[in-house]
């Protein structure tokens, strides 16, 4: 992707940072963050002459003026937690859904030839027909999961009424370097890391035979990217498509950190799911297919970037 105008809302999370940090150089980007969890650190050239940041929420920017000449929007802004979408469904459905509409319209207005929109695998809920595929139902069980459910509708009607082109991803266990360790996702992985690298004693709820299906964040970067190069419009899941335990992601953590440390084991959490699968069959439709064999080294790369963090 070269010469393009770029928009990323939710530019200074984890996922919207990398997006910037690889487009920045060829391309002009600009940023819409609130930093509600984002932050400018995450930004490898945080004053790059190519970059606008505009620190404001979504609601209140005025996005007619901001989409003038903009080629594609990357949109990532959201709420991204479960459990505060529960606490405040009001809040939720504002910052996902509201803004989204409010996006998506602005798009049409200013002609932007392409969004993608980030979409989450929570719209399955707890579908147990795995692998999954995009046709299958939605079944949301938070108000977060409804919001994206409702989003990637809104995407493909703006697409039916006003030809406005798009791509709703729907991402499944997303990790990598500058992931919260709190975070509501594959938190999994920075947890195991974190508690290993200071001393603690990771945990693993249920007998860590539930399996999980992850990605790499530079994965997610690159389906964004493809997304706007091709002249595909709808619903991809992004993820490798391949299961693996919590178990097992806990000894390849283990063995690649040359630690020798038994986890804890505490009961089942209320709501997790036992197993979550991709089909990954769809994502030939953005031209992309994920590479299986670097799962341990861009561990590595997770892991070294948290011994920075956590100076250690
Ligand atoms: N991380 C995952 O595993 C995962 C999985 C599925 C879907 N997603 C989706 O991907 C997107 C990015 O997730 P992430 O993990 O990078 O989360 P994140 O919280 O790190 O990033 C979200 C960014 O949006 C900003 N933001 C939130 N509300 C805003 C608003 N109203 N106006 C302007 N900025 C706002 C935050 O400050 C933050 O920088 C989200 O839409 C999330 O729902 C993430």
């Known amino acids: 992707m070269k010469k393009n105008k770029v928009l990323v809302t939710g ?67 959201a709420m991204a937690s479960v459990p505060l979408s529960i606490d405040n469904p009001i809040k939720s459905t504002n910052d996902n859904l509201n803004a989204t509409i409010k996006l998506l319209n602005a798009c049409r207005a200013n002609k932007v030839k392409k969004i993608i929109f980030s979409s989450s695998s929570s719209v399955y809920g707890d579908n147990t027909n795995i692998p999954l595929k995009e046709t299958e139902y939605p079944l949301p069980k938070s108000p977060y999961a409804a919001s994206k459910a ?12 006003y030809g406005l082109n798009y791509v709703s991803l729907r991402y499944f266990n997303v990790f990598g370097p500058k992931q919260d360790k709190n975070s509501q996702y594959a938190a999994v992985i ?104 670097h799962f341990e080294n861009q561990l590595k790369e997770t892991i070294n970037w948290f011994k920075k963090e956590l100076k250690i």
């Open 11 to 77: 530019g200074l999370g984890f996922i919207g940072s990398h997006i910037v940090d690889e487009v920045i150089k060829d391309n002009e980007v600009i940023i819409i963050d609130n930093k509600s969890t984002g932050k400018i650190e995450n930004l490898k050239y945080p004053n790059h002459e190519n970059l606008t940041l505009i620190e404001n929420d979504l609601n209140e920017v005025n996005l007619d003026k901001v989409l003038i000449n903009v080629d594609y929007v990357f949109h990532l802004a």
């Open 150 to 161: 409702s989003c990637e509708l809104y995407l493909k009607t703006y697409h039916e009424a």
């Open 190 to 293: 920075p947890n195991f890391i974190s508690a290993l690298l200071e001393g603690e004693k990771p945990i693993i709820y249920g007998d860590g035979e539930q399996t999980r299906d992850f990605i790499y964040v530079k994965d997610v970067v690159k389906a964004n990217i493809k997304s706007c190069e091709c002249d595909y419009n709808g619903i991809v899941n992004v993820a490798s498509g391949r299961k693996i335990t919590i178990n097992e992601l806990y000894k390849i953590i283990c063995e690649t950190l040359g630690y020798d440390v038994e986890a804890e084991y505490l009961p089942e959490r209320k709501g997790d799911i036992k197993h979550s699968l991709a089909d990954v069959s769809k994502m030939k439709k953005i031209n992309y297919e994920v590479d299986l064999e």
